[in-house]
């Protein structure tokens, strides 16, 4: 759908779902999860589900820790009802450590990609799934494809 063929609700739920890329992750204001997310949602990435608030800020917690200068780009959305996705650029530097991996200071350009079920104004589910090989990569963690 077009942002011009989307409801009134639709728009909201967009701008609901765009503001974890562009205000939570683009000022590292975690304050805002409180604000976005119900208090029992559940957030799915590939290491399973956070479910309920705390678990979710900590899942953030962490990633901002490991690259704390992380920007996000929004470089596709849709939305259709009650469900947004997002296509998502992230760029930043490793400082810290990051799924046992110590800070490398090398610089993160990944594709993500995030799906958001919003319920009575609030985020109650998102599906999240990054392309960790380039991450890893990226990192000089792994060499792909193997020379």
Known sequence: ???DSLTPQERENERIARRIPEDVFG???????DDLYA????DYNPFGAQ????????SYESFLSAFPDIK???????TSGDTVAL???S???HRGVFWGIEPTGK??????????????????ERWFLSDNLTLLRQLGVIDFPPE
């Open 39 to 42: 208090p029992n949602a559940v």
């Open 107 to 124: 610089e993160i350009e990944v594709q993500q990609m995030a799906f958001f079920r919003i319920e009575d104004g609030l985020i109650a």
């Open 51 to 58: 479910e309920g608030l705390e678990a979710i800020r900590e």
């Open 27 to 33: 000022n590292s204001d975690l304050d805002l999860l």
């Open 72 to 78: 996000q780009t929004v470089e596709h959305s849709v």
């Open 87 to 89: 296509h998502i650029t």
């Open 91 to 93: 760029r930043g530097t």
């Open 1 to 3: 759908m077009t942002a």
